[in-house]
């Protein structure tokens, strides 16, 4: 994993392909290679769909060696939703196979000469580059099974449906997982339409002949692999409640908090609640003969995922997660699981992110383009999108630009992204994450909950105001360190709780690349991340004024608790000074 | 009060712990604290209560301290294991990440109340559903009536198929004639055993 593979799509005669050595970004991986290319390479006042920009696909440190949960993939750009810096990630079998083909990174840059679409295909025999024309306007499900028919079922597909080719903001990166689906997005800010803008519709990766990548030290990378196994298994999150529930195990503890956000965030309760909870998807799954545990690649063992199958027992999508679920479920007002998994199954197919999506209806329900609580109307709409009609770009635009189009004032945003599954109102702390990330609103920001461990930032006195302040930037840091391993997030929750785990995972990297990484190298590599996206953004045109909630957080109390946001302005403001 | 009691087999029970997640009724003593409810009156673990439920609310609050946490008449509980994500860990009971929801927190009454026979209200979620619901229903809870009918219209043939025994006020029924009953009144009695 020491080249990397750059596409330029404007060269004479259509794209060419080069592989570059590493260079500069020698040792870098996942989040911390993408925003290091994109804070490098992209001028920050570029148009995100330009030539200017660039599109960097990345896998972690350690995708591609035999440590489970290396997965992830990263995404990055300038966004097209937010223009700020973005890294989207997502789990899938891309990451590992890419790595085990080499490389480091693929990155498309330059303008296409035409609006030709091309697909691209990687084995360990070199780069192949092709237009077809056939392909466009095609779905991910569509697509993937061309690509299958064209290059046998040992591939694995990093594609865009026809959201990224009409350039929408909200448009995915989707990923293939284990059985070949393309179940699984690079979903947030809008990633889609920069691959769509580069004229690259799907590339296909055959990892076949090539071995899993080795580690400088066999002996101490297995005795940690173990270890790490170990940790994740024995943990009650990870080793039973991931698995059996799935992330949507979430709802009914967020809705009793009175956190979940309902029918466009004017609630914080969702009285069916019970009706899509993680419990009743679980049962619904496994009755009818789908599956409540299941991993998005191979060497998960978290298996947090499932399958889910509709009445007769056939498969209509993967198990919507805890996002997609709220999003298309109690943001809309819509208690139905099988018309959220519908909705869950065209994102996918039209290469949406759920979130995003889910938000944007709601919004379009507060302003009465459809009754909340209408599944058949947030399904047409969706659809609508799908075909690219002209109400369809709308909602394909975002929820901020359906906002304004509809004139809705409740609008959930940050930075022009939609807030995910938590009423900041509710709970306050990750608010101040949503307000400050350097990706627009976002609850991965701020997920990798490790600081205590890895003492980000020194200690923090929980019963200090300031506290949520400290506890967002150091988990913010945390988090963008994990994102640079190809670690899932949800390892997190074990190495919060056993410093045996979190011990693991280093010495793993340190086996893998002959390093002697401590905590605070670790806690380095976060601060250095976020410094890069922070200066991009700067030169942006971003200010202390684009980190704040929309107003309404602040001025309309979320009922049951009959609270606004409370975290000031001034103290928002103190979150990056380190 | 409608009393009705099923005999059913394992495989039945899962669907049964859906309309728990919903919260159901129990009279017990009130004007004591969480601990004492759960463990002296309810029959749970310290050590249970300790380390595997994670995270409790009390009337939508989360709570840190089971022992001084309060439960009056009419009182909703809601019981968890451990959780994913940011927010599982914020609302865990006692845990680093609580100042994130210090907003919602539970704080403590400034008054009490003689113990005395009161209805509370207990939800459980995830792996205590799956771990204590069986408990629950083998002794019997309160649940409202409009969710068990609803529970009982949305059944399938292999649910009446395997259902073995049900009882309405002591008295045989055939189970299917379950799905014709409209429960009206706020309560119904449900216990529900594997023999």
């Known amino acids: ?578 | 009060m409608t009393k009705l009691f099923l005999i059913v087999p394992d495989s039945l029970i899962r669907r049964f712990l859906l309309i728990l997640q919903q919260g159901f009724a129990l009279k017990v003593h009130v004007g004591c604290t969480v601990e004492e409810l759960l463990c002296q009156q309810l029959g749970l673990s310290p050590e249970y209560l300790e380390e595997r439920i994670q995270t409790i609310f009390l009337d939508g609050n989360p709570i840190d301290d089971v022992t001084s946490a309060y439960v009056r008449s009419g009182s909703t509980i809601a019981l968890s294991a451990a959780l994913p994500g940011l927010a599982g860990a914020t609302l865990r009971k006692g845990g680093y990440y609580a100042p994130l929801r210090s907003q919602i927190s539970y704080k403590q009454a400034n008054y009490t109340e003689a113990a005395h026979e009161g209805l509370v209200f207990l939800k459980l979620f995830n792996l205590s559903l799956k771990e204590l619901g069986p408990v629950f229903l083998s002794q019997g809870v309160l649940v409202d009536g409009k969710s068990l009918s609803d529970f009982f219209r949305a059944q399938l043939r292999d649910f009446w198929e395997d259902c073995r025994v049900a009882e309405m006020d002591g008295e045989r029924i055939t189970p299917m004639k379950l799905r014709e009953i409209t429960w009206q009144e706020q309560y119904v009695f449900l216990r529900v055993s594997t023999r």
Not at chain 1, 156 to 169: F, H, L, N, Q, V
Not at chain 1, 225 to 237: C, D, Q, T
Not at chain 1, 404 to 411: D, I, M
Not at chain 1, 505 to 529: H, P, Q, R
Request: hydrophobic share 35%; aromatic share 6%; glycine share 12%.
């Open chain 1, 1 to 578: 994993m020491d080249k990397v593979l750059r596409i330029d799509v404007g060269a004479e005669g259509g794209p060419k392909a080069a592989e570059k050595p590493l260079g500069e970004y020698a040792g870098l991986g996942g989040r911390a290679l993408t925003s290091a290319i994109v804070s490098k390479e992209v001028p920050p006042l570029c148009h995100p769909l330009g030539e200017d920009n660039k599109l960097i696909i990345a896998p972690g440190l350690l995708s591609g060696t035999t440590a489970a949960m290396s997965g992830r993939l990263s995404v990055g750009c300038k966004s097209p939703l937010t223009g700020t810096i973005k890294e989207a990630n997502s789990g899938g079998q891309a990451a590992q196979v890419l790595a085990r083909l080499g490389y480091a990174a693929i990155v498309l840059e330059g303008k296409p000469k035409d609006d030709t679409l091309y697909k691209v295909f990687i084995n360990k025999d070199g780069v192949t580059i092709t237009p077809d024309n056939n392909l466009k306007m095609l779905g991910n499900y569509d697509l993937v099974d061309k690509m299958k028919a064209e290059f046998g079922d040992k591939i694995t597909c990093i594609s865009i449906g026809p959201a990224g080719e009409m350039k929408m903001s909200n448009s995915t990166v989707a990923i293939t997982d284990m059985e070949l689906r393309p179940t699984r997005h690079a979903a947030r800010g809008g990633v889609g339409a920069v691959m769509g803008a580069k004229g690259i519709k799907v590339i296909v990766l055959d990892d076949t002949g090539m071995g899993m990548r080795s580690p400088k030290d066999p002996e101490k990378f297995k005795k940690a692999n173990n270890a790490w196994v170990e940790g994740l298994k024995k943990h009650p999150v990870t080793g039973e409640g991931l698995p059996a529930y799935g992330t949507n195990i979430l709802a009914n503890i967020i809705n009793e908090a009175g956190a979940y956000p309902t029918k466009n965030f004017m609630w914080g309760r969702f009285e069916d609640c019970s009706k899509i909870s993680g419990e009743t998807q679980a049962e619904t799954e496994t009755a009818r003969g789908g599956k409540a545990t299941h991993g998005c690649h191979r060497g998960c063992i978290i298996q947090c995922s499932g399958i889910y199958v509709d009445k007769d027992g056939h498969y209509l999508t993967k198990q919507p997660e805890y996002e997609t679920v709220w999003a298309h479920g109690a943001n809309c007002g819509i208690n139905d699981l099988d018309s959220i998994a519908m909705l869950d199954r065209l994102d996918d197919d039209y290469g949406l992110d759920t979130i995003e999506m889910g938000s944007t209806i709601g919004v379009a329900m507060d302003a009465g383009v459809a009754e909340f609580g209408d599944a058949e109307a947030a399904i047409n709409l969706v659809k609508e999108v799908g075909k690219g009609t002209p109400l369809g770009r709308i909602l394909g635009s975002g929820t901020a630009v359906t906002g304004k189009v509809f004139g809705v004032e409740r609008v959930p945003v940050v930075k022009g992204q939609a807030l995910p599954a938590y009423d900041p109102r509710g709970i306050q702390g990750i608010g101040v994450t949503y307000a400050t990330s350097t990706m627009g609103a976002d609850h991965t920001s701020g997920y990798a909950i490790a600081t205590n461990i890895l003492k980000v930032g020194g200690y923090v006195d929980p019963l200090k105001p300031e506290g949520q302040i400290e506890l967002s930037r150091n988990l913010q840091i945390a988090t963008a360190a994990v994102d640079s391993t190809g670690m899932c997030l949800f390892i997190a929750f074990a190495v919060l709780d056993q410093p045996d785990t979190f011990q693991a995972l280093i010495d793993m990297l340190n086996a893998f690349y002959d390093l002697s990484l401590t905590a605070d190298d670790v806690t380095e590599l976060g601060k250095s991340i976020l410094k890069k996206e922070r200066d991009f953004n700067t030169r942006a045109g971003f200010t202390a004024e684009h980190d704040r909630l929309p107003e309404f957080f602040k001025k309309e109390p979320l009922p049951s608790h009959n609270l606004t946001f409370q975290v000031k302005d001034e103290d928002l403001d103190t979150l990056y000074n380190w």
